[in-house]
């Protein structure tokens, strides 16, 4: 067995003080990672094998680190189990946590000049945009970039959507009752006081937005109800679903399903109420140790083989059939999947969001009415 560092070496290399990404937005960034000094360009896209990127990959070293945002440290085993399966010589370390972590400790290993991961697989999408524009990602074309939608890659390859998610609500399908399929504005029903479960809106952005989408929708009045209800609330996106499946709760709000069945649980995807999607962005960093193994792994993520294997039935790929009865992501106005970049792009309305339902759910004591000292976003 390969002797694999530590997780918390990994996470701790570099990591320095705890300041926040922007401490290291522009005066901590060398000369060399300006945008006229990449290494390479994002020329067409890869030609090669997969076969062939991995006896590249062997030839560089065989190693490949990659950060991915996920809730627990083995929601990506699955990937690990089958990257390694088909790869089986390639050292590869692949740490999971909160995306919103990951991306300050990147900032740091640029800023001390520790960099640490190859590869970086995150929800945070306005980083990619930021890294973009300080040279820090790799302008590459894996194959079958030009299949991917277009909302889902960058134009010049800095980075490419590997996986489409999709955030909602779902029930217990014989708890709740089929013939009548929930929507978020029944859960303000009193009959489901102390049967729901969610994510926390203001620790996870996705979950924040799906909430700042359900306001809108329902109005705050909405919102303060669903306060009333005893909802449980816990952190991590998988919190909710964790909850249903497993028998504490009837319905989860603020987590990732699958839409294809409903049994034992619906998750309610339709056009009656908003629901939120967005590309997982991925990108190779510019000054990567272990490029050509980055390489390989994009190119396996985006592969058709993989792109059928997706846990919710949806690809980025727009040449990859979803399951019957769905349509591409993307084709579902409800789901915003151009809204979320928007929203992530704007740190300051964020905090505005997080802030107010803080105040509702009970994380900071306050007087949660409507208006309360202007605070309501987006209104």
Do not use: C
Not at 105 to 112: G, I, L, P, Y
Not at 307 to 327: E, I, Y
Request: aromatic fraction near 12%; charge should be neutral.
């Amino acid at each position: 067995m390969p002797n694999l560092p530590s997780r918390r070496r990994v996470l701790a290399v570099g990591a320095g003080a705890a300041l926040g990404a922007g401490a290291f937005g522009a005066s901590a960034v060398p000369a060399s990672a300006s945008p006229a000094a990449s290494r390479r360009s994002s020329g067409r896209e890869e030609t090669r094998t997969l076969d062939e990127l991995y006896r590249a990959a062997l030839a560089e070293g065989g190693k490949l680190v990659v950060y991915a945002g996920g809730d627990t440290p083995t929601q990506q085993d699955g990937t690990k189990a089958a990257f390694k399966d088909r790869f089986p010589d390639i050292d590869l370390t692949l740490i999971v946590d909160y995306s919103k972590y990951h991306d300050v400790r990147v900032d740091n290993q640029f800023a001390t000049d520790t960099l640490v991961p190859d590869v970086v697989q995150f929800q945070t999408l306005q980083d990619f945009d930021r890294w973009k524009q300080l040279g820090r990602l790799l302008r590459y074309r894996p194959a079958g970039f030009s299949k991917v939608y277009d909302k889902f890659r960058d134009p010049q390859g800095a980075w490419v959507a590997t996986g489409a998610i999709v955030f909602s609500f779902m029930y217990n399908t014989a708890a709740v009752g089929s013939s009548a399929p929930l929507t978020p504005r029944d859960l303000v029903d009193p009959k489901w006081k102390g049967k729901i479960a969610s994510s926390y809106p203001h620790d996870d952005d996705a979950v924040l937005y799906l909430y700042a989408l359900y306001a809108r929708k329902y109005g705050w009045d909405w919102v303060a109800e669903l306060a009333a209800q005893d909802v449980q609330f816990a952190r991590g996106s998988n919190s909710a679903g964790d909850a249903v499946y497993g028998g504490q709760k009837l319905i989860g709000v603020g987590t990732a399903g699958s839409a294809a069945g409903s049994s034992p649980v619906t998750f309610a995807i339709d056009a009656r109420h908003p629901f939120m999607a967005w590309g997982q962005r991925t990108a190779i960093l510019e000054q990567a140790k272990n490029s050509t193994a980055a390489k390989l792994f994009l190119n396996w993520q985006l592969s058709t083989e993989h792109q059928q294997q997706s846990f919710n039935g949806w690809s980025v790929r727009t040449d990859v059939a979803p399951p019957a009865g769905l349509k591409q992501v993307w084709e579902y106005p409800n789901a915003h999947v151009d809204g979320f970049p928007r929203f992530m792009a704007d740190r300051a309305e964020v905090e505005r969001w997080k802030q107010t339902f803080a105040l509702y759910f009970g994380e900071v004591k306050g007087d949660p009415t409507p208006g309360w000292l202007g605070l309501h976003p987006g209104a």
